[in-house]
């Protein structure tokens, strides 16, 4: 069998799977990326290592919630942020090597990926390992230099391209009935829920957020324990028979990148957090 479909190798307490560029490290708990080890959350490790140890096998969702997370209620959505980490970290934004639907389940196509570098045609590292380690950086370095000195300084990317991930604070109920203040803790995490779905977010899930119920948090401090570059906050009122919902898209720096205000009665509100989650997740796009 191929290194690019998939490849076992160690006894028991030694073993690696290896697909391309990828490698699989089960006795360290590791993913290797072309000799570098990628850090993963440890539930996105467990569902990558089930899915590899079953390559080119559709798992069902159910499967794999209840061997990474037997008994648990609510983990889909940290299967969609796992998926999504995946994703992002293979470089797999079509989809092609780590495939899933939540009806379906999810497969791992070891044959999409990537060949190993070293192997690529035309490549031969051991011969020219001393030309590759020691000329080509200081090549580099030179060239980088120049184009450095030569063009004109530009803003640095936004930490958005890099990090796109975003928490939805707890939204503060001003309601006059104390009774109806539950509403808004639920639609703080229907809206989590929903955003959950896209697999290309990263979202903190509602026991990451609760802490911040009732406080006002600054963005700065939300970005640096969250580790977020966006938080959704907003607003619910439940009065004379309709819901108003008021909502807005904050980046780090503290600017509104979206906001919104919805009038809805008792049962269309049910629908909103799904066009709320397909607002903002359009407004995470375009800030990127």
């Known amino acids: 069998m191929s290194q690019s479909e998939g490849q076992t190798e160690g006894n028991s307490t030694q073993r690696r799977i290896?697909?391309?560029?990828?490698?699989?490290d089960l006795a360290?708990?590791?993913?290797?990326?072309d000799g570098r080890?990628?850090?993963?959350?440890?539930?996105t490790f467990s569902v990558l290592t089930y899915l590899a140890e079953r390559s080119g096998q559709r798992v069902s969702t159910d499967e794999i919630l209840e061997a990474v997370w037997p008994g648990q209620i609510g983990a889909e959505e940290q299967l969609m942020q796992g998926i999504g980490e995946l994703r992002r970290v293979f470089g797999d934004a079509e989809g092609r090597l780590v495939v899933f639907d939540p009806a379906q389940g999810a497969v791992l196509q070891t044959a999409a990926a990537p060949p190993e570098r070293r192997n690529?045609?035309?490549?031969?590292?051991?011969?020219?390992?001393?030309?590759?380690?020691?000329?080509?950086?200081?090549?580099l370095a030179a060239v980088f230099a120049a184009i450095w000195l030569a063009t004109p300084r530009k803003a640095p990317v936004p930490v958005a391209n890099l990090i796109p991930a975003v928490a939805v604070l707890p939204f503060q109920d001003q309601s006059d009935d104390p009774s109806l203040a539950p509403h808004a803790d639920r639609l703080t995490q229907d809206l989590i829920a929903a955003l959950a779905q896209n697999p290309l977010l990263v979202v903190k899930s509602w026991n990451d957020v609760a802490v911040y119920k009732g406080v006002?948090?600054?963005?700065?401090?939300?970005?640096?324990?969250?580790?977020?570059t966006f938080h959704v906050e907003g607003s619910v009122r439940n009065a004379e028979g309709q819901?108003?919902?008021?909502?807005?898209?904050?980046?780090?720096?503290?600017?509104?990148r979206w906001s919104a205000r919805y009038v809805e009665t008792e049962a269309s509100a049910a629908e909103l957090p799904e066009r709320m989650a397909s607002e903002i997740a359009d407004a995470l796009e375009a800030a990127r």
């Open 243 to 256: 819901v108003r919902v008021s909502a807005q898209l904050v980046d780090l720096q503290g600017e509104v």
């Open 28 to 33: 360290r708990g590791t993913l290797v990326i």
């Open 216 to 228: 006002l948090a600054q963005p700065g401090e939300v970005a640096r324990v969250l580790a977020v």
């Open 18 to 24: 290896i697909f391309g560029r990828f490698v699989l």
């Open 37 to 43: 080890d990628i850090p993963l959350r440890p539930t």
């Open 120 to 139: 690529a045609a035309g490549v031969r590292p051991l011969r020219f390992r001393w030309m590759y380690g020691v000329i080509a950086p200081i090549l």
